[in-house]
């Protein structure tokens, strides 16, 4: 526990450290391009664009529960499960090589290895917010804007980091030692968001799946987005039981293996 | 004060046979251990007092990066503590982590901010970290475009930006400039006198004896010996020979000084004297005098080849002169035991005035490293006084004119 307040407070002494890495992660992303900072919008709309058009407008699929009467519900629904996934997915799959990644920084420079994860959490968040703001403006312009329920937003929000990176640290650390871990994860990735109801609404999938369903840790947020923006309700919270206690877990097991493993990590590296 | 202490320091690296034999080593929850542990330091046991410099010496393999990388705190040890009194810099690797697209500025930033600075203070040593670097207006241009040599020059600026209490060198400051070096260690030297402890990893014999109050001698990640820098530089020359894993003798001469030596002892030396021009032996030059250094050796069993040298050592243990029979293309060979050595080597004394040392070697090849048979450090002392000529001061008399004018 003390070791935990110690690294808290080296941490809170290398802010400046942090936040300077989160500004040059993002401008080295855009320093050598023409449309700089348009290229995190551009990926995240064509996306939107490709499933809206491919799901909803060429296969006309019937989207019970998703038809409120209006030509955006569609979207709104697409955007609430999508952009939130990318951000979970940006996390964890960046958290999976991040050690590996920055082993000579690890490897020569002391400092506390606790700032890495979260200048990725904040670099991604960067991101997130200049898509997700835009996705807000839409909502606003629309004449869709859901009122204070949107602060409901937060704790899911707070729930999904959580997941993120208690997840993306024990990959991340796992990774080191097992680079099987990273490659299976990958295609694991691709797995859950098949198996998760983002670009389609959970009630299509056969009645004797359904409660398959909430084992899926991320069923319970990606629901709770969609009602919130979408059906403009207050989300049920008891959907978010089972994502937080598996991400407190996570959280746990990815901390215990971290500072069980940190060094022997370096000497991996 | 103690400013680092070192006690029962270890460091050993896992090593498994396979890869799956790690997982096992993760998942079954006995105590049964599924690997190797290789280690690299053991049992290193020392104190650096603060403000003191010490050095630390051993052939590549022998432990000294793991060693300043523990001390460093980057890597853990696996057995034994090190503990630390003060601010601790390491310049274990420079540059680290510059990003080409960023200027020199933005750079030298993000370095600081990696040693823990805020944005206020980073601003407040900006100026004087561009003074030092003096790279220019480049320092505002993509580090991309910069020679090693700057971005070696912006990097050691940052890093020594602030004096430290402790500070961990690597070989690393012997890139750059000659300009630069001298500069570099002129700061390090203006650290050491307000009391920064230094530990400094290096080859260079002349960076060891010039800065260090002490060294400290590795090998196979074991403290062989602590101690005098002259000293535990010459065991260590006699080390790098001493890969046969034939025998290091030191010995104390009648003036009091330790001898090291080494060798196979194909052939060994048997006497080294000096002599005037009168053939008197002596251990008094002046400045000047024609000198003869004469040494005799036998040989014990045949060698193919056989090259002698001689060395002369001011008091500093930096060589003032050196030859052997290699560069001068007087290699003996197909020598039958029994056979009896004598080189001469007749010089003019042109040296300052005080003590010299001769270190002579027998050996195959270039130098002593590929095969020695005998190696004696300080086989004979001797002190050169200057009566014939003005005084002057150096290591070395240069024949020369002087000229003055004035209108």
């Not at chain 2, 010490?54 to 090190?82: D, E, F, H, M, R």
């Amino acid at each position: 526990m003390t070791s935990m307040l110690q690294s808290l407070h080296q941490t809170w002494r290398y802010r400046g450290f942090v936040l300077g890495s989160v500004k040059r992660d993002f401008q080295a992303k855009y320093h050598q391009s023409l449309m700089g900072v348009l290229w995190t919008l551009i990926q995240p709309l064509a996306m939107i664009l490709v499933y809206t058009l491919v799901l909803s407008q060429v296969m006309k699929t019937k989207l019970p529960g998703v038809e409120t009467g209006n030509g955006y519900s569609y979207s709104i629904f697409l955007c609430a499960g999508l952009l939130t996934w990318g951000l979970f997915a940006e996390i964890v799959s960046k958290s999976q090589t991040l050690f590996i990644d920055n082993a000579n920084l690890l490897k020569k420079v002391n400092f506390p290895s606790a700032t890495l994860p979260l200048i990725l959490m904040l670099s991604a968040l960067v991101n997130f917010g200049i898509i997700f703001g835009l996705f807000l403006l839409f909502l606003i312009i629309s004449g869709q804007w859901p009122g204070w329920v949107i602060l409901c937003l937060l704790p899911v929000l707070a729930v999904q980091l959580m997941l993120s990176i208690g997840l993306g640290l024990v990959l991340g650390v796992l990774n080191v030692f097992f680079r099987d871990v990273g490659q299976f994860f990958t295609v694991f990735l691709q797995f859950w968001f098949w198996l998760t109801p983002i670009v389609y609404p959970a009630s299509v999938l056969p009645s004797y799946l359904q409660p398959y369903l909430f084992a899926n840790p991320f069923y319970g947020l990606t629901a709770s987005y969609q009602h919130i923006l979408l059906h403009q309700q207050w989300p049920e919270f008891a959907n978010l039981a089972w994502p937080l206690l598996f991400s407190v877990l996570l959280c746990f097991l990815g901390v215990h293996l971290f500072s069980r493993h940190a060094g022997e990590m370096v000497d991996e590296l | 004060m103690t400013a680092i202490s070192v006690k029962g320091l270890g460091k050993a690296y896992k090593q498994y046979n396979n890869r799956w034999l790690r997982l096992l080593d993760w998942l079954s929850p006995g105590s049964k251990q599924w690997h190797r542990l290789n280690w690299v330091l053991q049992d290193l046991e020392f104190e650096v007092q603060a403000g003191e410099a010490l050095g630390i010496i051993g052939v590549n393999g022998a432990g000294k990066s793991t060693l300043l990388k523990i001390i460093t705190g980057t890597t853990q040890a696996t057995t034994g503590q090190v503990q630390l009194q003060g601010r601790v810099a390491a310049l274990l690797e420079l540059g680290m982590g510059f990003h080409p697209d960023f200027t020199g500025r933005q750079n030298a930033m993000m370095a600081a901010q990696l040693q823990g600075l805020s944005a206020q203070e980073i601003q407040q040593l900006m100026p004087s970290i561009e003074a030092f670097a003096e790279i220019g207006p480049s320092i505002d241009a993509p580090v991309r475009i910069y020679s090693s040599g700057m971005q070696m020059r912006l990097a050691f600026s940052v890093a020594t930006a602030i004096r430290p209490d402790v500070l961990i060198v690597d070989e690393a400051l012997s890139v750059g400039d000659a300009y630069f070096q001298h500069k570099s260690f002129e700061r390090i030297r203006e650290f050491q006198k307000s009391g920064t402890t230094l530990l400094l990893v290096s080859h260079d014999k002349a960076a060891i004896q010039s800065i260090c109050n002490r060294a400290l001698l590795l090998s196979h990640g074991r403290k062989v010996m602590e101690g005098e820098p002259e000293h535990v530089m010459n065991h260590y020359n006699a080390l790098l020979s001493d890969r046969k894993g034939d025998s290091i003798q030191v010995s104390t001469t009648a003036a009091g000084h330790k001898s090291t030596q080494s060798g196979t002892g194909e052939v060994v030396i048997q006497q080294v004297q000096l002599f005037k021009q009168n053939s008197e032996a002596t251990e008094t030059l002046l400045t000047g005098e024609m000198a003869r250094l004469q040494l005799l050796a036998q040989v014990m069993s045949p060698v193919a080849e056989l090259v002698v040298g001689v060395m002369i050592k001011d008091r500093l243990g930096q060589v003032v002169f050196g030859v052997n029979t290699f560069h001068s293309q007087q290699v003996l060979t197909e020598l039958r035991a029994e056979e009896k050595i004598e080189l001469n080597l007749e010089f003019e004394a042109n040296l300052g005035p005080g003590h010299y040392s001769v270190t002579v070697a027998l050996h195959a090849g270039p130098d002593h490293v590929q095969s020695n048979y005998d190696w004696r450090d300080l086989a004979l002392v001797f002190e050169v006084v200057n009566v014939s000529k003005e005084e002057f001061v150096g290591v070395t008399w240069l024949p020369h004119t002087l000229r003055i004018q004035h209108e």
